[in-house]
């Protein structure tokens, strides 16, 4: 027997919404949220996670490093520590930024949980509801939950091979400062993009910081995967061009463990002791286990060392990544493009505009292969026919039978659209790489607006009687 | 008491949906004082419902397989008793397309609407007609699949230009697809629970959705989203005939013990329209079903109880 009050169906509704505060109107979880559960179904190829792949993570070196927490700082990995983190762990933090050739003190940083409460506390300091924030089309899909919670009004701006159009972000500055409207920080991510793949050029690196530094914008640079690079020379970060507006934002989770929710945070010192008191509020401090553990496996007498733990991802990365684009040159239509990314976890692919990638997730869930439709990346509806494939999280015949299979859906639907407009020969492969896309200012698309084309389709207008 | 199994879960798009009805069921039944075993359906469901050995199994899924007579055959063929309506019933209010032949062969007002499977437009050339049906329904038009629940697929076609690839989307859900004439006007869900074996109307419920323009998915199941007016504010012939509607459509397609009738009254004319009849309506703590019943004065442990019993054999 539950000993559970009885429950009134509409007094549950009436008296918990009634105390919701008003931003959880605006307050959004991950678009289509039901369908992305049944995604972690054993018998679904997910491409749709963004996860990397700890299995490759030895067993052994797990049980070993515990030990040695237990042994060495048992009562202090189970005690609360101070709000800016162990000192233990900001070592580690300054030798992993090192290896991006970026020079920090240990009082400099303030360790987090992950690297989302960074964008979470960045939000807490800098936002008053109805604040601007500009981040790039497409935006990274786990910040757009916590811009909504802040209430901000987000303004995005089109990415190309090259990253963040710096062009098109001064023409919005411009625009949003003839408006009234002054934005408090610009949200990017310059390496290997999530979701679009894509990597800001030196020069708009440049641009970015010029930018910034000019207007007195802040800058939140969220670098998760800078050091897992396949090809092509490193670029330097933001933060090591400009430390004067840009909040720099790393974490763990790419290059030892997502598990061990670590990340940190570097900024201006008045930016940094307002985050530090946003922490306080929100969670005291990380966790201190976490923090003795990554301390422990980067203070590890033997090798591996944590550098050749991350060339080990970098091998099998690089692998997946290059099945990936074979997998797609071969399965998907010609009609749709791809980017090439130089590392992280993601390609970004867009399809004709006809096709919605929501319906086609359910479509490709009844052939039990998964990935993230386009629109989770935008605020405003855009992104309806394109879709974020994830290459580090599976393996590689698992990599080529999923994008073999999204292939086979998304052939189905551009010969359907053809029947549907008498248009024939559609739906066949491309068989070579993939034009690069998002927006690439070299090859213009003749066809009409995605998104206005597309936004007749899903929303119309209703008014209410009565 | 009884032995319950709660049928939940399950493969459809609905899985989250009915994992939350299917929670809310176990909750109640184990507060009437019954067993309860809670089985998430999937390829052992055979295997579990005999281990189960259940006195009746309470069907808490929702779309293909659960709502649509698939899983009430295999319970008729393992002589489990079960909730709800009966295989036949399922299979015709969960194909939009048979349901609404089924109402207007009755006389009950349904949105003017065509339907087609892949074929005809591979096959048999059927988008050269699409011109002719596009003015027969005249603009909008909305496009659904002929099978899917909550709202998931359905497109709104503004021009012809829209149409190809609305179908395209509503393909996605499955191999038939309709089109309908769109009716602007108000949300309307009339509840169907039957007393002493006589269907009866609960009190309406409309549905307002607080920011979207439409009663979307997200809209349906977050709490907050949508504002429930219940019992909706109508005139009462209106409302008298709404659930005079509902009932019938009930009866006509032969449904048990429970069900939903979604309705639209259109702004312009005030007529009312019939869109579908859900055989395993929502029973979510947003749901419109459990609703109604509380306005009705029957809390959810009630409803539920009511449910249970009336699928219980007889002592």
């Known amino acids: ?466 | 008491m009884a032995k319950v199994a709660v049928l939940k879960g399950g493969r459809s798009l609905e899985r989250q949906v009915s994992l939350k009805s299917g929670a809310r069921v176990e909750d109640a039944l184990a507060q009437l004082g019954h067993q309860v075993t809670a089985i998430d359906v999937g390829r052992d469901l055979v295997a579990r419902l005999e281990a189960a050995a259940p006195d009746v199994a309470f069907v808490a899924l929702h779309g293909p397989d659960g709502e649509d007579g698939t899983v009430q055959e295999l319970l008729e063929v393992m002589g489990i008793a079960y909730t709800g309506s009966r295989v036949s019933a399922c299979t015709r209010a969960a194909d939009k397309v048979l349901a609404k032949h089924a109402m207007r062969a009755d006389g009950i007002p349904t949105p003017d609407f065509f339907a087609f499977n892949e074929t005809a437009f591979k096959e048999l050339g059927a988008a050269q007609a699409l011109p002719k049906i596009e003015s027969r329904l005249q603009f909008p038009i909305v496009v659904k699949p002929s099978s899917q629940g909550s709202a998931l697929g359905i497109k709104f076609a503004r021009t012809p230009d829209d149409v190809p690839a609305a179908l395209v989307a509503a393909f996605s859900y499955g191999r038939k697809v309709l089109l309908e004439r769109y009716v602007t006007g108000r949300d309307l869900a009339v509840s169907i629970l039957e007393q002493d074996g006589v269907p009866t109307a609960l009190p309406i419920v409309e549905a307002v959705p607080e920011q979207e323009d439409f009663y979307d998915f997200e809209s349906r199941y977050e709490i907050g989203r949508t504002r429930f007016v219940c019992p909706a504010e109508l005139e009462p012939a209106v409302a008298e005939r709404a659930s005079e509607l509902a009932t019938r459509v009930y009866e006509l397609l032969g449904c048990s013990v429970f069900a939903r009738v979604d309705l639209m009254l259109e702004e312009t004319t005030g007529e009312l329209y019939t869109l579908e009849l859900n055989p395993i309506p929502g029973l979510t703590e947003t749901s419109l079903f459990p609703q109604a019943a509380d306005a009705a004065g029957i809390g959810f442990d009630e409803l539920i109880g009511r449910i249970v019993d009336a699928a219980l054999p007889a002592a």
């Not at chain 1, 990274?140 to 990415?159: E, K, M, S």
């Not at chain 1, 001064?170 to 990017?188: A, C, H, Q, S, V």
């Not at chain 1, 493009?337 to 976890?345: F, N, R, S, V």
């Not at chain 1, 070299?442 to 209410?464: C, F, G, H, I, W």
């Open chain 1, 1 to 466: 027997m539950s000993s559970k009050h009885p429950r009134s169906t509409v007094r549950d509704i009436e008296r918990y919404a009634a105390l919701f505060a008003d931003r959880t109107k605006v307050m959004k979880s991950s678009a289509m949220r039901d369908l992305m559960a049944l995604t972690e179904r054993d018998d679904v190829i997910s491409l749709a996670g963004g996860l990397p792949d700890t299995t490759t993570f030895p067993p052994d070196s797990y049980a070993s490093l515990m030990g040695t927490v237990a042994a060495q700082s048992c009562a202090r990995a189970l005690q609360y520590g101070p709000t800016e983190g162990l000192q233990v762990v900001k070592h580690c933090i300054v030798d992993v930024m090192a290896a991006e050739n970026m020079t920090v003190e240990t009082d400099e940083l303030l360790v987090t949980t992950g690297g989302q409460q960074v964008i979470d506390l960045v939000c807490k300091t800098l936002l008053d509801p109805g604040d601007v924030v500009v981040t790039e089309a497409p935006t990274y899909p786990g910040a757009v939950p916590t811009f909504c919670a802040y209430q901000a009004d987000v303004v995005q701006v089109t990415l190309d091979r090259d990253g963040l159009r710096t062009d098109e972000l001064e023409e919005t500055l411009d625009r949003l400062e003839r408006e009234g409207r002054r934005p408090k920080f610009i949200y990017t991510v310059p390496n290997f993009h999530n979701p679009a793949g894509v990597t800001l050029s030196l020069a708009r690196r440049h641009e970015l910081v010029r930018i910034a530094s000019e207007r007195e914008l802040l800058v939140l640079e969220d670098n998760p995967y800078g050091l897992l690079r396949y090809e092509g020379e490193p670029l330097p970060t933001l933060y090591s061009l400009d430390q004067e507006f840009v909040i720099y934002a790393g974490t763990f989770s790419k290059i030892l463990s997502p598990g061990v929710r670590l990340g940190w945070a570097v900024a201006p010192a008045p930016v940094l002791a307002k985050m530090n008191i946003g922490k306080q509020a929100s969670d005291l401090c990380s966790s201190s286990i976490s923090q003795y553990f990554v301390g422990a496996y980067f203070n590890a007498p033997q090798p591996p060392s944590w550098e050749d733990y991350v060339r080990s991802l970098i091998d099998i990365y690089r692998r997946r990544r290059d099945v990936m684009l074979d997998a797609l040159a071969e399965h998907f239509p010609r009609e749709a493009d791809w980017t090439h990314p130089e590392g992280g976890l993601f390609i970004w692919a867009t399809l004709p505009d006809y096709i919605d990638t929501t319906d086609l997730l359910a479509r490709a869930l009844q052939d039990h292969v998964a990935f993230v439709p386009g629109r989770a990346a935008y605020v405003d509806g855009r992104g309806g026919s394109s879709m974020r494939l994830n290459f580090s999280g599976v393996g590689e015949d698992a990599i080529r039978e999923g994008v073999r299979r999204i292939g086979e859906v998304v052939r189905e639907q551009v010969a359907l659209y053809g029947t549907l407009t008498g248009t024939p020969g559609a739906g066949t492969p491309r068989g070579a790489e993939g034009r690069w896309l998002v927006g690439a200012p070299t090859a213009p698309s003749a066809d009409p607006p995605v998104d206005e084309e597309l936004a007749k389709v899903l929303r119309l207008p209703r008014k209410r009687a009565g």
